[in-house]
């Protein structure tokens, strides 16, 4: 069974680079068909996708997102990181990362982590 685990610092400064990591075990991140997805939610809002990378590498980027956003992947540790740029207080957020067999499916869920943006 796959399990999916963030990880990264719980405080990060306005304007400066949220950066994420989800380690997966069970399962690699190259096969096929799954896309691995990065989630947030914020305080009192719902479910938001940040992106996602796929099984062949190719990252996929909300739009709203997109020019502060970048997906990559590590085959070798079998993880895969999020880095958002330019962080505001609008950024605070439980941050997810789940597997899914495409960019809204979300099958299975790490446990999430919370990452505030305040100075």
């Known amino acids: 069974q796959v399990r999916l685990q963030e990880s990264g610092p719980g405080l990060v400064k306005p304007s400066q680079t949220l950066s994420l990591t989800c380690t997966v075990s069970g399962g690699s991140i190259t096969a096929n068909y799954y896309y691995w997805n990065w989630i947030r939610q914020p305080p009192g809002k719902g479910l938001e996708w940040v992106g996602a990378i796929a099984y062949s590498g190719t990252p996929y980027y909300s739009p709203d997102l997109k020019s502060r956003t970048s997906i990559s992947r590590d085959t070798s540790t079998n993880q895969f990181t999020l880095q958002l740029n330019s962080v505001t207080p609008e950024d605070t957020a439980e941050y997810f990362c789940?597997?899914?067999?495409?960019?809204?499916?979300?099958?299975?869920w790490g446990q999430g982590t919370q990452v505030t943006v305040s100075s």
């Open positions: 789940a597997r899914g067999l495409s960019q809204t499916d979300f099958a299975s």
